[in-house]
């Protein structure tokens, strides 16, 4: 019982669009439990896209298909399937009262449109409430189900939810649900967790799977369930488990990131934090203020990319940046600590490094990054990270962004 | 003559990641001329990749995967694909020291690695230089090229513009050129656009097409050619009358940016700016220093979420604060001026915003956004905007930092 992602669109080929109707429908079937193996992308051209089907058929019960249901003669989804399975198409007159309904006042509908009206005899219209393009709802055999969608996300995903799940479970598809949870961690390389967890990982229900991504390191569980209370009931032992092993770095699940992390523990507490940034040039501010109602913790910073702006609006010690230059320990822990006193708050984030390409000496390499950290009590510390500065200015930022929302959280973490 | 891209991962089967690597190098093959009429997505089961690789092994003749290559057990492409065309493993010792080198400083590899370094005898190592996982350019049997790719987006477009396009140029694959100009507009919607340059979007070559994203509007001019000379030829009349037409809503081409515009500009006149931010927390500092060398025209700003740093760094009046609001033309006017003034720039920028979902009231609904400019000689501009807050807060930081960065770029061209 298992489904088949079809997308028919030249443009895909062409790397026009991205495939967004694919994650969208993977999701949703991976939440109902329909297991699905393969995704297939393929042009408007009927001899490929019969090709197509014939594989899939032989391998799903199940095919969606998204794309080549519009009025242009490029669009072919509909036509190809019925010559595939050697159904005559017939016109239906409710597709051509809709389409004249919805093009009304667009100035009447033309004869392209009505195209869209021919679907093969034995399908049942999947209706379209927003756009022009009807979809449909097709067994043209025994044990295979066909359902088309257009390619337009907006379009299918209503169809999706209002037409095509009620009518799935109503057939007995997605009877078991599939539940993930995503555990998220910083600061510790894909192999290492894989080894420290190595015997989540080799349990067969739930399933563990490591995967690194953007600099950060996640395990997935993913179990098989009734519903989503026994999946959770399945999954919450596993994630003790691995919390327990693994300890501060992981620093949360599914939806978190460093920045909601860090927002929470400073909403718990009643704190705020203030930033001072040379190299990331304000990304740690627009990190912290992606959340909603993030004035509750954040003050606001000063992004003191020139050195006269460290001295002028942070009072950085001019000769501290004279000897030991801007990116170093003594002048991260000096814009950590101006910060955190000019802008009146609780803790102060500072990050001063080399983001390159330019700006590296013999004993500073881009990708050098002090961070520092202003605590409540006054007291300043300071990491140094040394970043791959072969990867690139936009990484050696990302990171360092990331790096220091990571050393706050610590921070945040062990002293309570 | 034809490409197949096979994208290995089951996190792309639960729709965990959007598959922006069959995207990009759709995009490449096409730029190359490699004609590909089929995309495959497969998850991390051998037997299901074999049967993945029957079928594109009989219509296509170069196979390009990605994922699959990572350290952990179920990594699984490079195995596969040997033990499908029968081929032995064998170690790579330049694998091993380079991935020696790579964790020297991480505390060394991990046992797991070490599979990193299997590759089919036969087969070239495809090397990356930013991760840990090589590719591999492989010829299992005459007239089938097998080139592999690690799935994380960066390493995988490094490898592929480094090592495999001149590898695959210099084996005859890619003769014909297709190329495309794209020109950036801001400031003015998609039919708007289309109208003016109507005349040129009716031409066959070459062919303009206009779309729009991120609040962008572009035109894409796109030939065929031999080469680049012979495409560029073709292009720049077009874009010539193009640019006559719509004039300053126009503001670059290909890989520019309304950052880069606005950073070419300071440049060439030698001039520097400041920003001030509020809604944006950062975000346009952040913008404004993407690009290597940004030091030269930016000297930092001032993140002024919380009143009290208005007033505190930036010298807003607390009357005009507790009069007009901080979502006003008077605050972001004082905050413009303020920036130049205390981090002694040329000019100064600055954004006051409802980004919502909270902070609406009846008379300033979440969109409100005021941009300041203030200019070398003392004047100060302030512009309104009502952005479309049912898009979220995203979208609303988004927009303010583009349109910030379009009405400095606007000032710097009338006042030269």
Redesign the interface.
């Known amino acids: 019982m298992s489904a088949e992602i079809i997308c028919v669109g030249t443009e895909?080929?062409?790397?026009?669009?991205?495939?967004?109707n694919?994650?969208?429908?993977?999701?949703?079937?991976?939440s109902l439990g329909i297991p699905?193996?393969?995704?297939?992308?393929?042009?408007d051209?009927p001899t490929?896209i019969k090709?197509?089907v014939a594989?899939a058929c032989d391998?799903a019960r199940l095919l969606i298909f998204t794309g080549g249901l519009g009025p242009t003669p490029d669009d072919l989804t509909t036509e190809t399937l019925a010559d595939f399975f050697q159904a005559p198409l017939e016109e239906r007159p409710e597709i051509i009262a809709d389409l004249e309904r919805k093009y009304a006042h667009r100035g009447g509908f033309s004869p392209s449109n009505r195209k869209q009206a021919l679907l093969p005899v034995g399908a049942q219209i999947l209706p379209n409430p927003i756009g022009s393009a009807p979809g449909m709802i097709w067994q043209p055999r025994t044990g295979l189900l066909i359902l088309t969608f257009p390619g337009v996300p907006a379009e299918m995903k209503q169809m999706w939810q209002e037409t095509a799940v009620p009518f799935l479970r109503s057939q007995g598809w997605g009877k078991e649900v599939?539940y993930?949870r995503?555990l998220r961690f910083w600061g510790i390389?894909?192999?290492?967790l894989?080894?420290k967890v190595a015997v989540q990982?080799a349990r067969e229900h739930p399933t563990v799977?490591?995967?690194?991504?953007n600099g950060e390191t996640r395990l997935?569980i993913?179990v098989r369930a009734k519903d989503e209370a026994e999946a959770q009931q399945l999954i919450q032992p596993v994630e003790a488990e691995i919390r327990q092993i693994v300890g501060l770095d992981c620093y949360g699940a599914d939806e978190d990131t460093l920045a909601s992390a860090v927002a929470h523990l400073l909403q718990e507490r009643h704190q705020t934090v203030a930033?001072a940034?040379s190299?990331?040039?304000?990304?740690?501010?627009?990190m912290?203020?992606?959340l909603?109602?993030?004035?509750l913790y954040?003050?606001?910073?000063?992004?003191?990319?020139?050195n006269?702006?460290k001295v002028?609006?942070l009072g950085v010690n001019p000769q501290d940046l004279e000897q030991e230059g801007a990116v170093s320990a003594v002048v991260a822990a000096e814009m950590a600590l101006g910060v955190k006193t000019?802008?009146?708050s609780d803790w102060g984030v500072s990050i001063t490094g080399i983001a390159?390409?330019?700006g590296a000496t013999l004993t500073k390499p881009v990708g050098l990054v002090y961070i520092g950290v202003a605590l409540p009590n006054g007291e300043v510390i300071t990491r140094e990270f040394?970043l791959?500065g072969?990867?690139g200015?936009?990484?050696v930022?990302h990171l360092s962004v990331m790096n220091a929302l990571d050393v706050l959280r610590r921070q945040l973490l062990v002293n309570p």
Chains 1, 2 share one sequence.
């Open positions: 895909l080929l062409l790397g026009e669009i991205l495939n967004s694919a994650q969208f429908l993977a999701q949703q079937l991976a699905h193996y393969y995704q297939t992308v393929v042009g051209n490929r090709k197509v594989i391998r599939i993930s995503v390389p894909e192999s290492v894989a080894e990982i799977a490591p995967y690194a991504g997935r993913t930033v940034e190299c990331t040039g304000g990304g740690l501010g627009e912290l203020t992606r909603p109602g993030s004035s954040f003050k606001g910073g000063v992004i003191a990319y020139a006269e702006v002028n609006l000019r802008l009146a390159g390409p330019g040394r791959s072969q990867r200015r936009d990484w930022r």
